[in-house]
C-alpha cells in the first residue's frame, strides 16, 4: 500500500560530486584529498588489472599511501566483514570503490561500518549502483537478501569514461536495461515514499524522463561506439543516463514491480541465469520492466516500444532468453511470492497487487515477448 504513514514531505538526494570523462582517473587525487591520504582500494582482480594499477600510480604519485583489498565477487555480509577487517587492520581513512556494483555495494557497506566516506569509481555503466545511499546485499550464494541502507550517499563518483568503454558492450546494455526500470518504476510510485523516506519531488520526475528520453535517443548507437570502443557523444550520454540520472531518478523517484520482480528470479536456481545476473543484473531487470508494463496496462504501441529497444541492444524480453524458459509454474510462483514479500518495493504501486496477478503478469511478460520476437522474424 503506497505510503501509509502518511508522509507529506519531498526529498531528493544525491553526491556529493559527480564527475564524468575521459582519463578522469589520472585527477583522482585532486578529488580525493579532502578524505585523506590512506585508502583502503576495493576491486576484484580483473578491474584491478584494467585500472586498478593506473588508479594506484595516480593516487601514489599524489602522495596516498594505498591498501589493496581484493574483492571476493559477492556482496555478502561474510565479504563485507572480511574486508571490514583489513581496513582496520592498515588504518585506512576512507574507503575507494572501483569496479562493479557488487563491488561497490560491499565498498559502501564497508564505509559504513567504520564511520568512514567513500569514492566510487564505477568500471563499467552497467549499473546505477554507484550515486545511491544503499547496497543490495546478497547470500553467498548470490541469492538477494535485502537492502542496505546509509544516511549519506558516497561522497564522489568518478566516471572514467576511458576505463567505461574498455568493457563489453553487453555490460552498456545491462545498464541500459537497468535505466529503463527508472522512469517506469518512478511513475507507479509516485505517491510513495522513496529511499529518502519523503516523497519524489518534480525534479526527480524530471530525471527519470530525462533518462528514458537518452535511453531511447542514443542507446543503440552508444551500444554500437562501445564494440567498436569509441567514447562519443552518445557513449557519454548514456553512461551519464545509466550512472547518474538512473541513480539519482531510482533513488529519488521510488522503484516499483521491476526490481522487486528481478529480486524474486534470484531464487530460481538455475545456473546460466546467476551468470547472467552477476555484474549484469540490467538483464533480468529488462525482463522485470516488461512485466512491469504488463501490470501497468501498458498499450500494444508502448510495449513495442520497449520490445524494440531492448531487443536492438540484446538485452533479454522473453523467459528462454533468461535461460529459464523451461522454468515451471511452481517456480514462477516461487519468484512472484519473492517479489510480493513484505517490504518489497512491489508495494509502492497504487494498483492492487497479489501474487496471483503477479504470477500472471510474468508469465504474460513472456507470452508479449514471444509474440514480438514472431513479428520481428527473430528466432
Known amino acids: 500500500m503506497p505510503n501509509p504513514k502518511g508522509v507529506t514531505e519531498k526529498l531528493f538526494q544525491s553526491p556529493s560530486k559527480y564527475i564524468q570523462g575521459p582519463s578522469a582517473i589520472q585527477n583522482a587525487g585532486k578529488y580525493l584529498a579532502s578524505f585523506g591520504k590512506a585508502p583502503l582500494l576495493v576491486s576484484d582482480e580483473l578491474v584491478f588489472g584494467i ?30 566483514g572480511r574486508l571490514g577487517t583489513l581496513a582496520k587492520e592498515n588504518s585506512v581513512d576512507f574507503i575507494v570503490a572501483l569496479g562493479g556494483g557488487k563491488t561497490i555495494d560491499s565498498a559502501k557497506a564497508i ?17 546505477d549502483a554507484p550515486c545511491s545511499a544503499l547496497s543490495v546485499i546478497y547470500r553467498p550464494n548470490g ?47 509516485r505517491n510513495s515514499p522513496n529511499f529518502g523516506g519523503g516523497l519524489p519531488t518534480e525534479v526527480s520526475a524530471a530525471i527519470g524522463a530525462k533518462c528514458e528520453e537518452l535511453l531511447f535517443k542514443y542507446g543503440r548507437q552508444a551500444v554500437e561506439a562501445n564494440k567498436a570502443k569509441a567514447v562519443t557523444p552518445a557513449f557519454e ?10 541513480g539519482l531518478g531510482f533513488e529519488s523517484g521510488g522503484l516499483a514491480a521491476a526490481h522487486a520482480i528481478h529480486n524474486g528470479l534470484t531464487a530460481i536456481d538455475n545456473h546460466k541465469l546467476h551468470t547472467m ?44 532468453d533468461l535461460g529459464i524458459g523451461q ?35 510474468i508469465k504474460g511478460a513472456d507470452a508479449a515477448g514471444r509474440d514480438y520476437k514472431v513479428r520481428r522474424g527473430i528466432a
Request: contains cysteine.
Open 51 to 80: 585500472a586498478g594499477k593506473e588508479l594506484t600510480d595516480a593516487l601514489t604519485n599524489a602522495g596516498f599511501k594505498v591498501t589493496r583489498g581484493i574483492f571476493g565477487g559477492e556482496a555478502s555480509k561474510v565479504e563485507i
Open 111 to 127: 564505509a559504513d561500518d567504520l564511520g568512514l566516506q567513500v569514492a566510487v569509481l564505477p568500471s563499467t555503466a552497467s549499473t
Open 143 to 189: 541469492e538477494f537478501e535485502n537492502y542496505r541502507f546509509y544516511s549519506n550517499n558516497p561522497s564522489v563518483v568518478l566516471v572514467d569514461t576511458s576505463v567505461v568503454v574498455k568493457a563489453p558492450a553487453r555490460f552498456l546494455a545491462s545498464g541500459i536495461g537497468d535505466a529503463l526500470a527508472t522512469n517506469l518504476e518512478a511513475k507507479s510510485a
Open 237 to 246: 550520454a548514456v553512461v551519464e543516463a545509466n550512472t547518474l540520472l538512473s
Open 277 to 320: 545476473m552477476h555484474g549484469e543484473k540490467g538483464k533480468s531487470l529488462a525482463f522485470g520492466t516488461v512485466c512491469q508494463l504488463i501490470l501497468d496496462g501498458a498499450p500494444a504501441s508502448e510495449l513495442d516500444r520497449y520490445l524494440s529497444l531492448m531487443t536492438d541492444v540484446g538485452l533479454p524480453t522473453t523467459l528462454a
Open 327 to 361: 522454468a515451471t509454474d511452481e517456480e514462477l510462483r516461487r519468484v512472484a511470492a519473492l517479489a510480493c514479500a513484505p517490504n518489497e518495493t512491489i508495494w509502492n504501486m497504487e494498483r492492487v497487487v497479489t501474487e496471483e496477478i503477479v504470477f500472471h503478469a
